[in-house]
């Protein structure tokens, strides 16, 4: 398989990475987390595409967003961003504190936006790039959604890989696969291609490299499907 460019370039992957760690990033964690988020965001896009085709719409709004996630829970990522959205207002639950207290929206969304939201715009034209490679135009709300879920999701990888880099591997976390009842379980990793995804880790603990990013990926991707693609997908030669 031969990888797929990807919409978002190194030089803003590797900004998303300085917004949460001063380790340096090798030139290949950064194509290779480019290549990750462009595969969850293209997956998401093709599900809203979907729910559209059904209605008979070629433009995507929201509400396609929704019904994607809900059809596919394994495109459920960059959930930081719902509080922040109007899209998904409700339907992130009710929080309530010790005290049995229902705590606002605006105090959940806390006093300091998160770096992550407050940069979602820097995704926009990649978004739109992904958007068009897969004929597909969005309503602006949908852009914007993209755009967070993009961002929020690519900070989440970067933060997974500086601490993979410090604690020195994976050790405390294990794995989480979704199967469907009636399919066989899909096969394991060959070795020679994803044997890189261990435990424990070499190297120094000042950059953070291509394996710490695939490592982070099967961390934040806890369906079979998706991770499976994405990691496929990020290590295909180019």
């Not at 958007?131 to 879920?149: E, F, K, N, Q």
């Not at 291609?193 to 991707?221: E, F, K």
Request: hydrophobic share 40%; with cysteine.
């Amino acid at each position: 398989m031969t990888a797929q460019p990807a919409p978002f370039k190194t030089s803003l992957v590797k900004v998303v990475f300085r917004d949460v760690t001063p380790l340096h990033v090798s030139r290949s964690a950064a194509c290779v987390a480019a290549s990750v988020t462009r595969t969850v965001l293209t997956e998401i896009i093709d599900g809203a595409r979907r729910t559209a085709a059904e209605e008979s719409r070629k433009k995507l709004i929201p509400g396609d967003l929704i019904s994607a996630i809900d059809r596919d829970v394994e495109l459920e990522v960059g959930s930081t961003w719902y509080v922040h959205s109007p899209t998904f207002r409700g339907r992130t639950g009710d929080l309530y504190d010790a005290d049995g207290v229902l705590v606002p929206l605006r105090q959940r969304r806390g006093t300091r936006t998160p770096s992550a939201v407050a940069g979602a715009h820097r995704f926009e034209a990649g978004v739109r790039k992904l958007l068009r490679s897969r004929g597909a135009t969005a309503v602006p709300a949908m852009v914007r959604d993209l755009d967070g879920i993009a961002s929020v999701f690519l900070t989440d990888l970067a933060r997974n890989a500086a601490m993979i880099v410090r604690e020195g591997g994976v050790n405390r976390f294990g794995t989480v696969t979704l199967e469907m009842p009636d399919e066989p379980a899909a096969p394991p990793f060959p070795k020679d291609s994803l044997g890189v995804l261990a435990t424990t880790r070499g190297g120094d603990r000042r950059t953070i490299g291509r394996d710490d990013v695939l490592a982070a990926t099967r961390m934040l991707l806890f369906g079979g499907g998706l991770r499976r693609r994405a990691l496929t997908e990020a290590v295909a030669p180019s």
